[in-house]
């Protein structure tokens, strides 16, 4: 659970500071981004090319 937490801890500070939270599409849409490239980050792939793999 800490190691859990401590990986949210950067979303939920961005998202309070970008203010993309303002409303739903924009929170929706910024948690779907990060937790794509926090994935892609742990598993050794790049997250801006898995970024654009999924959007093709």
Request: glycine letters at 4%; hydrophobic letters at 35%; proline letters at 2%.
């Amino acid at each position: 659970n800490n190691a859990a937490e401590r990986a949210l801890r950067s979303v939920v500070i961005t998202r309070k500071v970008s203010q993309c939270s303002k409303n739903a599409r924009g929170a929706n849409s910024y948690t779907q981004i990060k937790s794509v490239v926090e994935t892609a980050r742990l598993r050794g792939h790049d997250p801006v090319r898995t970024l654009m793999d999924l959007h093709r």
